[in-house]
């Protein structure tokens, strides 16, 4: 069993925060072209140069079934990153992939010497400037959506979703069928073409791989603006360059993704432990084995005063009166957080089922803490966190977040020296640690 580890820094409001996870790199290196989490492409280039006013009477003469803007740059002239500001030239809001064909061929056909760049844009959740393009054409893929969420039931059930999609409504749409894809993100309010550029990780990926692994078929706009249909055997070197190819590949504009029947509910745990080997080892024992739960991640805690109280807002503990005696102030502690899966007449077999993998580890007996929840209320989980934060002014702030691949034999060294002789105050923000398999 291969196992690997990432890291996320984040600094809001001058504190920094840390999320790691014993997965793949979700982070984008910064760089001189148009790279974009929420995917971008960098025309070729060819002609003689054009000046701005140019360019833009050039734009304007396109025949489109959407529009282009030029007085509202500012409103994507940054990202979720926040630490740039680079204004485009122009916005596309495409209403057919036909548009997005003739922009990407109408700058090639603008040639190298205009300078113009492209970033297809989802929802703005790069970091570095990704889903910028400065003084370039940012398109904005969520004019593209439709109305049709097409569902195909059967033995193999997928839903055909435009690029321009977020994973909220997929999953909305989906559950009215008993059906939802198999592996997800922690934030569900992202752009199908926007996490398939990257990989799509959440707590499922160890069992399911990310995102990217549950998709039979892409619809993508190349650089050259031709449209063409990919999948693991019809052009299939396009369709494994652009999956997880930060964008510059081609622009996303349909997927078709894998779904699998959804419960109704789940059962959704935390427990805590004070040694960082017995929390990796009862991680990696949990997605090692074929009868699991259907969820596992985890975080670190850095000396924080009153944690379990906090907790009993959405989570009862085991035992009360032993979770009242605990003290959390100035220890650093490993959360593992897991999750089964159920429909509530499987309720006592769950029951049962959670019972057996609990008595298989070694966390802290008076840390457990529980609760039931709908599907789509713990899928959605994040969302309910950015509420609040939005009303407190803390979500459009500064999110320098760096991801960082570890190996399962270089973990326990790394959270040594990180957690015991790096991060030593309770200025920290989340940090998330789990386990996947690497042949998923």
């Not at 779904?259 to 960082?276: C, G, H």
């Not at 702030?397 to 002789?421: C, D, G, M, R």
Request: proline content about 5%.
């Amino acid at each position: 069993m291969g196992l690997t580890s990432s890291l996320r820094f984040h600094r809001r409001n001058n504190k920094t925060f840390l999320r790691i996870f014993m997965i793949l790199v979700l982070s984008c290196i910064p760089g001189r072209t148009n790279l974009c989490s929420n995917h971008s492409v960098s025309t070729p280039k060819e002609l003689p140069p054009s000046n701005p006013l140019d360019i833009r009477s050039s734009l304007v003469s396109l025949d489109l079934e959407g529009y282009i803007s030029f007085d509202d740059v500012h409103n994507v002239a940054k990202d979720f990153g926040n630490r740039y500001q680079l204004p485009p030239l122009a916005i596309l809001h495409p209403r057919s992939v036909s548009d997005i064909s003739s922009m990407m061929k109408h700058i090639v056909h603008l040639g190298s010497t205009s300078n113009l760049t492209v970033a297809a844009r989802g929802h703005g959740h790069s970091l570095q400037g990704q889903a910028l393009a400065h003084q370039g054409v940012v398109i904005k893929m969520e004019s593209l959506r439709s109305p049709d969420i097409r569902i195909y039931k059967g033995k193999q059930p997928y839903v055909d979703v435009s690029g321009g999609e977020l994973w909220i409504n997929i999953l909305r749409e989906t559950l009215k069928y008993g059906l939802s894809p198999k592996s997800w993100t922690d934030y569900l309010h992202l752009t199908v073409g926007g996490t398939l550029s990257n990989a799509g990780i959440s707590g499922q990926a160890f069992k399911h791989g990310p995102q990217i692994n549950n998709v039979y078929q892409l619809e993508i706009v190349t650089g050259k603006g031709e449209v063409v249909t990919c999948s693991e055997k019809l052009n299939s070197e396009l369709f494994f360059s652009v999956l997880g190819g930060l964008g510059q590949f081609g622009i996303i504009t349909r997927a078709r993704i894998s779904l699998e029947p959804a419960p109704q509910m789940v059962k959704w745990i935390r427990v805590l432990y004070s040694d960082f080997s017995a929390f990796s080892r009862d991680q990696e024992h949990l997605i090692s084995k074929e009868k699991t739960f259907d969820y596992v991640e985890g975080f670190v805690i850095i000396n924080r005063t009153d944690l379990l109280n906090n907790w009993r807002s959405s989570f009862s503990p085991n035992d009360s009166t032993q979770a009242s005696r605990f003290k959390s102030d100035g220890k650093t502690l490993y959360c593992l957080e897991v999750v089964k899966y159920f429909n509530p007449e499987e309720a006592n077999s769950m029951h049962q089922e959670t019972g057996k993998l609990l008595s298989e580890l070694n966390y802290i007996p008076s840390t457990l803490f529980s609760t039931e929840v709908p599907y789509i209320e713990f899928l959605d989980r994040v969302h309910i966190a950015e509420r609040k934060l939005r009303a407190k002014g803390l979500w459009e702030v500064p999110h320098p977040w760096l991801n960082l691949l570890i190996p399962k034999s270089s973990i326990y060294q790394f959270a040594t020296e990180v957690f015991n002789n790096i991060l030593t105050s309770n200025n920290n923000g989340p940090i998330l640690i789990y386990p996947v398999n690497q042949s998923k």
